[in-house]
């Protein structure tokens, strides 16, 4: 079991970059056998996946995000980053950072999610 912590800002302005921070511990993100993933929860669309860097640092995005969606990780903090750019007012949601165990199949652990809201 790992430990994931989001941390950002609350509130975007139209048109900007959002930028998110998941901390893990308990586990290496370069070691353990998960894809670090992030995912978003909006009234119209439930939980959206969003994309994940994979314990080998290979990069997976959702097709619809895939454009204005970049994940990376500074490994030296054991943290992995989301950026979403040109943001709109629907992308306002609650953002969640995941650990999805590649051999079981499953969202392992989920961070507690940070609402961001995208407004001018």
């Known amino acids: 079991q790992v430990q994931l912590q989001e941390s950002g800002p609350g509130l975007v302005k139209p048109s900007q970059t959002l930028s998110l921070t998941c901390t893990v511990s308990?586990?290496?993100?370069?070691?353990?056998?998960?894809?670090w993933s992030w995912i978003r929860q909006t009234p119209g669309k439930g939980l959206e996946r969003m994309g994940a860097?994979?314990?080998?640092?290979?990069?997976y995005y959702s097709p619809s995000l895939k454009s204005r969606t970049s994940i990376s990780r500074d490994t030296s903090k054991n943290q992995f980053i989301l950026q979403l750019s040109s943001v709109t007012p629907e992308d306002t949601a609650v953002y969640y950072c995941?650990?999805?165990?590649?051999?079981?199949?499953?969202?392992?652990?989920w961070g507690q999610g940070t609402r961001v809201t995208v407004s001018s």
């Open positions: 995941a650990a999805y165990a590649a051999n079981g199949r499953y969202y392992r652990d």
């Open positions: 308990g586990g290496s993100i370069t070691t353990s056998a998960y894809y």
């Open positions: 860097i994979a314990y080998d640092g290979i990069t």
